[in-house]
Every structure is written in structure tokens, then in C-alpha cells.
């Protein structure tokens, strides 16, 4: 492989911050054996910073690591407009060299009369459907998702305060009887190592934001966190290390 000439790597100063987050991506990988030799990885690109990050992370870490994996971008397009532009992201992809593929889905197909197609979950499952099939037509055995810490210490509060079970984000989750494999390579990254990151970068790419995104209650858990945070600076370490104890002991059960 060679880094395509107007490669966001050819900058000798993001090539040292890509060395020393990588550090934390491949420590995730190497806990949770999330990536093999020959493996075939779709990264699931919404167009954000988080998702764009991982995608340029997984592409170069290939021209530092030993392991040879395929990838692709794959990004699902909505009728509601919401997301990044196709042409932004086409530019961005094609810049490295990165094979890509857009997936167009209608919210309002099989929603039921007079229900708002918008609603957090029919979207949300709607695009994974799209992702999870598209991933499986082209032959990808691997989703990478570009959920990180910030997001595992979320899920665990969401899940403990509103359904009583210490539960956080697996680093690694196979689907249907392992014909595909949910991996979460950006386990142990901050949020603001990612963000500090992308717009060092130029990752920050502007989009149309779904109006309830601030409504959520993962954003509630997100403010929480941030609050607890200024008095327990290590708060979120903590609730990590909570996630991957449940989900061992889930694992051994």
C-alpha cells in the first residue's frame, strides 16, 4: 500500500498524533481481538468526527501494522437529509484511497400510519438494517462502530439507572450465529482526544443534525458525566473497567 499524494499522512505533525492514538486503538484490538490477519472490515461512516476519525485511523494503521486487512467505507443516505452530503464525503474517502459505498433508505417505508418515522429507534434500526445487509452483500465479515469511552460510560449509566442492569457497549459483538462481528475499535479513546484530533485534522465536517439529537437520553447521560467528572477526574476509567467486568462475566456465564 502506498499513501495517495494528498493524504491527510503526509503531514509529519498529524502523522505523530496518529502514532500516539493508535497507541489506544491497537491496546483495543489487542485486548479484544478485534482485528485478524485477512480480515474484512466495513467502517460504518455517519459523516461525524467519531466515525471519519476511525475510518482514517483503521486505513493508516495499515501502513504501520503487520496485519493485512480490507476496508470499506459505507455510509446510509436518508431521505430527511440529515447526515453529510454525499459529494463532501466522496471527497474525503477518495483523498486516501479508501473504497466506499452509499446505501439510500426511506424512514418513512413500513412505518406505521401516523407514526413519526424520526423517532430515535425506527431510525436507528433502520440504518443498522441497511448497514448490517449491505456489509454482508459485499462480503465484509466486520462492522467497525465508532463508539469510544465517553459512549461506554453512557450506555452503562443509561442501562443501570433506566433498566436496573449494569450493562456497557461490548468492545466486540457477533451477529447472527457470527456471519457478522460488531467491532468497537475506539474502546478506550476519550472523546476529546478524538475531537482535539479531527479538527487538527479538518475532520470537523459540517452536517445536517437531526433535530432531537440533544433530546436524547444518552446526551442526558453524556452532561451527567461531564458534570460528576470536574469532582471524579477518573470517573469514566472507572465506569470502563465496569463495562468490561460485566461484560466478562457475562461472557463466562
Excluded at 13 to 19: A, F, N, Q, S, T
Excluded at 61 to 71: A, T
Excluded at 128 to 146: C, D, E, V
Aim: hydrophobic share 40%.
Amino acid at each position: 500500500m502506498k499513501v495517495t499524494e494528498g493524504s491527510l499522512l503526509n503531514s509529519p505533525e498529524i502523522r505523530r498524533r496518529v502514532y500516539f492514538l493508535l497507541k489506544k486503538v491497537n491496546r483495543a484490538i489487542r485486548d479484544h481481538n478485534l482485528i485478524g490477519e485477512g480480515d474484512k472490515i466495513a467502517v460504518a461512516v455517519s459523516g461525524g468526527k467519531d466515525s471519519l476519525v476511525l475510518l482514517h485511523l483503521l486505513h493508516w494503521r495499515r501502513f504501520f501494522s503487520p496485519q493485512h486487512y480490507d476496508l470499506i467505507a459505507i455510509n446510509i443516505q436518508n431521505n430527511y437529509g440529515f447526515g453529510v452530503p454525499k459529494e463532501v464525503l466522496e471527497r474525503i474517502f477518495q483523498r486516501e484511497g479508501i473504497p466506499y459505498v452509499f446505501e439510500h433508505i426511506d424512514l418513512k417505508e413500513g412505518s406505521k400510519p401516523g407514526e413519526d418515522p424520526l423517532n430515535c429507534f425506527w431510525c436507528s434500526w433502520n440504518r443498522r438494517k441497511a448497514l448490517f445487509l449491505t456489509a454482508y452483500r459485499l462480503g465484509y465479515t466486520k462492522i467497525a462502530f465508532a463508539h469510544h469511552a465517553d459512549d461506554v460510560a453512557a450506555t452503562l449509566l443509561l442501562n443501570l439507572f433506566f433498566h436496573g442492569k449494569p450493562e456497557g457497549l461490548k468492545p466486540k459483538v457477533p451477529m447472527f450465529d457470527g456471519l457478522l462481528t460488531i467491532i468497537r475499535p475506539l474502546y478506550y479513546l476519550e472523546e476529546k482526544e478524538i475531537m482535539n484530533f479531527a479538527r487538527q485534522a479538518g475532520l470537523m465536517v459540517e452536517q445536517n443534525r437531526c433535530p432531537r439529537a440533544s433530546e436524547t437520553r444518552r446526551a442526558r447521560m453524556n452532561e451527567l458525566i461531564r458534570t460528576l467528572e470536574r469532582e471524579i477526574p477518573y470517573l469514566k476509567a472507572n465506569l470502563i473497567k465496569v463495562a468490561e467486568r460485566c461484560g466478562n462475566e457475562e461472557n463466562r456465564s
